[in-house]
């Protein structure tokens, strides 16, 4: 049947991961399996998460391998392991242009704004929200997009808006926009991208050799 075997790259809560693992039991990814989530530090709680689920984990430590110790070993786990998606759920660091150019499959992220507002280097988890709020913008929101060499500056798949609210602290801002648009959009651009993925594979097993 060809299913898309996606791997989900963690830092720490993991809220957006445990979102994909209850969608994909509610039976909405039927082209889909999560076939392992691999985390940048070893105490990371999403692991946790998946242990839960009976996922396989790979618990990798990015500040004692180093940027490039942990992105070898990463790397090697996916190819054996015949990734098919990477989705960053929640990862913290930017990947660099050499792991992404040798990963060879495509890689999403969820990021907590209407990029290109609120992206790039330097803006993660709450920093984000701080600096919606220093703003003053009336809305925000979240964005499923494709990672490439750019920080946040790949193709946008999915987008929704959430309002800023008087009294609005970072974290009240976050957790609206992880409720109202985050654990909802990740979900659906990762079925929708299994089902393309899986045809994809269908049509190269069915094609003449
Ligand atoms: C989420 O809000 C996610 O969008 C953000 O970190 C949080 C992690 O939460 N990611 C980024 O800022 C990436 N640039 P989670 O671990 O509970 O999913």
């Known amino acids: 049947m060809g299913l898309t075997r996606l791997a989900v790259l963690v830092s720490g809560s993991g809220t957006n991961l445990q979102a994909l693992i209850d969608s994909a039991e509610r039976g909405e990814n039927p082209a889909g399996r999560i076939a392992l ?12 998460r998946a242990r839960a689920a009976r996922i396989p984990v790979l618990a990798l430590d990015k500040k004692a391998l180093g940027s490039q110790g942990f992105e070898a070993r990463l790397l090697q786990a996916l190819l054996e392991q015949e990734i098919d998606l ?12 050499d792991f992404i150019a040798r990963l060879q499959v495509p890689i999403i992220n969820i990021h907590p704004a209407l990029l290109p507002a609120f992206g790039g280097r330097g803006f993660y988890g709450l920093k984000v929200h701080q600096a ?18 750019i920080p946040d500056g790949g193709q ?5 808006q959430v309002p800023v609210l008087p009294g609005d602290t970072p974290e009240l801002l976050q957790q609206r926009v992880m409720e ?12 929708r991208l299994c089902t393309e993925l899986q045809r994809q594979k269908e049509a190269s097993l069915d094609a003449p050799s």
């Open 37 to 48: 989530v691999a985390s940048s530090a070893p105490d990371a709680y999403g692991l946790e």
């Open 86 to 97: 990477l989705v960053l759920a929640g990862f913290l660091h930017i990947l660099s242009r």
């Open 132 to 149: 919606v709020l220093a703003a003053g913008v009336p809305f925000t929101g979240a964005t499923v997009h494709y990672v490439n060499e």
């Open 156 to 160: 946008i798949l999915l987008q929704k």
């Open 180 to 191: 109202q648009a985050e654990w909802l959009l990740l979900p659906q651009a990762v079925a």
